[in-house]
């Protein structure tokens, strides 16, 4: 998995918590789809960038395919469980794309900035697949735990926030409470704010505009 900017080059992964949280979600909004299939997630937090990857990998299948979500953070204004809450929903909305048209989808293969619930995102399609990823780094010398431990100045703050596992989802900016309605299908503010107690997505009673995402 590469980041997009170019001065994307320390990184941590997600907590596994955390990621195992995203897991969760994923699993249970498309359990229909997941009886020959298995989900990898996988999330990093760069210096500026949160990376988000969640993979859908077919049984018996070499290729694997990834909807990747790149955005934008900020350390001062302490925004990285919203953005990856942004990414979690983007990625959402590819997956969907994707299983409801039997994988026929016309999404870019390099990144592509795109808007999103109000917010600047890139996404990106791969198929490559992670666990041949793996054992290629490992033939190469290239230990992923290895490469995390060893980072200077890794974003100690963005991930702290990250690990909070009751409230991980801090209220969302009033000015996406519109468009995340639509997303999740929920009808009011307060409903949305007892749903918004971790990572969540779309409940699939409303569908995002499919041109949105191109």
Same mark, same amino acid.
């Given at each position: 998995? =590469? ?25 249970? #909004?498309? &359990?229909?789809?997941? +009886? ?17 990857? /969640? ?10 395919? #990834?909807?990747?979500?790149?955005? =934008? !953070? ?6 990285? /469980?919203?953005? *990856? ?6 990625? &959402? ?7 409801e048209n039997d994988g026929e989808v016309d999404f870019p293969y390099t990144w592509k900035e795109v808007p999103f619930q @109000?917010?600047? *995102? !890139? ?5 490559? #697949? ?6 290629? #780094? ?8 290895? *490469? ?24 969302? +900016? +009033?000015?996406? !409470?519109? +468009? ?11 409903? *949305? &704010? ?9 409940? @699939? ?10």
């Amino acid at each position: 998995m =590469n980041p997009r900017l170019k001065s994307s080059k320390k990184w941590t992964s997600f907590p596994k918590e955390y990621s195992n949280q995203i897991q969760t979600v994923f699993a249970e #909004n498309f &359990a229909q789809y997941m +009886d020959n299939a298995e989900l990898i997630i996988e999330g990093r937090i760069y210096q500026e960038e949160i990376v988000l990857r /969640v993979g859908y990998h077919e049984k018996d299948r070499l290729a694997q395919a #990834n909807f990747e979500v790149s955005m =934008n !953070y900020s350390q001062e204004e302490q925004d990285a /469980v919203k953005r *990856i809450h942004n990414c979690i929903d983007a990625a &959402a909305s590819m997956m969907m794309e994707y299983l409801e048209n039997d994988g026929e989808v016309d999404f870019p293969y390099t990144w592509k900035e795109v808007p999103f619930q @109000g917010k600047k *995102i !890139y996404l990106q399609f791969t198929t490559e #697949n992670s666990s041949l990823e793996a054992e290629a #780094n490992k033939l190469l010398g290239i230990e992923e735990d290895t *490469i995390l431990h060893d980072e200077e100045e890794i974003d100690e703050d963005a991930l702290s926030r990250a690990e909070q596992s009751e409230e991980l989802s801090p209220p969302r +900016d +009033d000015e996406n !409470y519109e +468009d995340e309605a639509e997303i999740s299908g929920y009808e009011d503010d307060e409903e *949305i &704010a007892e749903e918004d107690k971790g990572p969540r997505m779309f409940s @699939g009673k409303g569908k995002k505009k499919k041109d949105d995402l191109h």
